[in-house]
């Protein structure tokens, strides 16, 4: 089986999350080594909006 082809956007800055229920910004961020604020800026996003469904891109090289 081969992969989809990705995006320029992921390529570059990443893999990707989709945001579930009862999830936060901070957890997300533990869960791949990268720092909140790190995760936040990548996505354009108030940590306080998430909501269920929302696809984040997890930036690499990222430190807590």
Do not use: C, D, F, Q
């Not at 800055?13 to 999830?23: C, F, I, L, N, S």
């Not at 909140?36 to 990548?42: A, E, G, I």
Request: hydrophobic share 30%.
């Amino acid at each position: 089986k081969s992969e989809p082809p990705k995006t320029a956007k992921t390529a570059r800055k990443g893999r990707t999350h989709v945001v579930a229920k009862g999830e936060t910004a901070y957890g997300i961020a533990g869960k791949y080594g990268v720092s909140v604020n790190n995760l936040v800026r990548v996505n354009g996003i108030k940590p306080e909006k998430l909501k269920p469904g929302t696809k984040l891109v997890i930036p690499t090289g990222g430190t807590r």
